[in-house]
């Protein structure tokens, strides 16, 4: 909005009277700014109101918010050019912009917004882009995912006491973190689809609750069995175990997987793929910790 009150006039000849939006080069470089009247009336003109401000503003009303628009526009190629390289280029150029907003832009962005909120000053930032948002979504799942840490080390610590194996503890939680890559790659298969969106970072949580549930089970009813079967018959122990627990955990792990490919009748595409890929999962950590 500010290249819009510093205008500048393409022609020499205009009079004082003459409005015409046509004559104004909304570059910033305007040697005095016009009065704000005249570069809100100068948006209307130009259609450039509904960029600027909210969608429910009207002329005339006072507004806290506005909104700034950049657009970076990259030479790629010729019309001519074959198809193949335009892809090329195109990817090329795709990547670099997308290193220059991870590197540059995202960073200068976050300095400005934590500056500006320090100073206690009454404005605040608030940004969208096709690369910036995704980024700012990824860097937060990231961030979010040190914290299943936390909870791994939990989980870790209690079936530790539990079970009174650190061996049994961490290769139980190795074995369920192993369906998440597992799942990806069978889902990647059947589906085509292999890039990762954000929604899979949530799978780390659900998973290591998920797989803690069945060991517990799986480590109750073989301890139950010194009580029910011969203490050295190990297979008659084992049959035991896959009876009971392996059918308590069956049920659970289908019906919780079911819940998840039910989400295969959604018409959106992103949603289909994320309960397939959990029901996938669910399956997976139950047939890796039998």
Request: charged share 15%; proline share 3%.
């Amino acid at each position: 909005f500010a290249n819009l009150v510093w205008a500048n006039r393409t022609d020499t000849w205009y009079k004082w009277w003459d409005t015409n939006p046509a004559t104004y080069a909304t570059t910033g470089n305007g040697p005095e700014p016009l009065p704000l009247k005249a570069a809100v009336a100068l948006a209307e003109r130009k259609q450039l109101h509904h960029i600027f401000f909210p969608k429910n503003w009207q002329g005339g009303a006072d507004t806290n918010l506005l909104r700034s628009v950049f657009e970076f526009n990259l030479q790629c190629c010729r019309i001519w050019d074959d198809p193949a390289v335009k892809r090329d280029i195109l990817n090329e150029l795709g990547l670099k912009y997308k290193e220059f907003v991870v590197n540059e832009l995202y960073p200068l962005l976050q300095e400005t917004k934590k500056s500006t909120l320090g100073a206690g000053a009454d404005i605040e930032i608030f940004w969208e882009g096709d690369v910036v948002t995704s980024h700012e979504v990824y860097s937060a799942l990231q961030s979010d995912a040190f914290m299943a840490i936390g909870s791994a080390t939990f989980i870790f610590c209690f079936l530790t006491i539990h079970a009174g194996s650190p061996l049994l503890s961490a290769s139980a939680l190795f074995l369920t973190i192993l369906s998440i890559p597992l799942a990806f790659v069978m889902s990647a298969t059947l589906s085509g689809a292999n890039r990762v969106t954000g929604a899979y970072f949530l799978s780390l949580f659900l998973m290591i609750g998920l797989g803690a549930d069945v060991v517990i089970v799986i480590i109750t009813f073989w301890d139950s069995s010194l009580k029910l079967c011969d203490n050295d018959d190990t297979a008659e122990r084992l049959r035991y175990v896959y009876k009971n627990a392996g059918s308590a955990c069956l049920a659970t792990t289908m019906t919780t997987a079911a819940s998840f490919f039910a989400n295969l009748a959604s018409v959106l595409r992103a949603l289909r793929e994320f309960g397939f890929f959990m029901g996938v999962c669910i399956i997976g950590t139950f047939v890796l910790l039998l």
